[in-house]
């Protein structure tokens, strides 16, 4: 980057460990781990299911960061990356919106990422300091160790007290 750019970077919004879409924002994305979730409580007593994943901005990078997103965008990713490696394919995900009823996102498949674009999110996923297990976040499909303890009907989570 020189330092002509610096400002626009700095400005971006793009830093720090969530990825933030504000109203306009567009950002080309690496998927670096596979889909998390959970059910979020909102203010007004309201629940709904949220999803999350590790992604790298490749066209503002900034390190491995924490994107959230509702089914509506789950189910849009999920369209656009349908028999494609997710950690291979750039996709853009773009906001338009401000609000809770006229925000809109955009997602689209932009082809196959660069074998610099792949290395670079592995360099920024190995330097990531955070998990998302950490904020209760749960693996859309389990590891098989805790599929089978659930499916067992043994507690699962940090202070289940299962060997593994």
Known sequence: MSWGNL?????SGNG????????GSRFELLLISDPFTKEV???DGRTS??????VYC??????????EFGP???RKLSGELKGQDPRKVKVMVKRTGSGKTDTEYTVARLGSASLDEITAAKVAD???LWDLEEDGWCPLEPSAPVAAARTQGLET????????
């Open 126 to 128: 190995a330097d990531r």
């Open 49 to 54: 299911q949220r999803f999350a994943c590790v």
């Open 41 to 43: 409580t909102w203010g």
């Open 72 to 74: 509506g965008v789950a």
């Open 16 to 23: 720090g460990r969530y990825l933030k879409l504000k109203d």
């Open 7 to 11: 400002e626009s970077a700095a400005n």
């Open 157 to 164: 989570g940090p202070d289940a007290d299962i060997p593994f």
């Open 58 to 67: 490749t066209d503002s990078p900034a390190g491995a960061q924490q994107l």
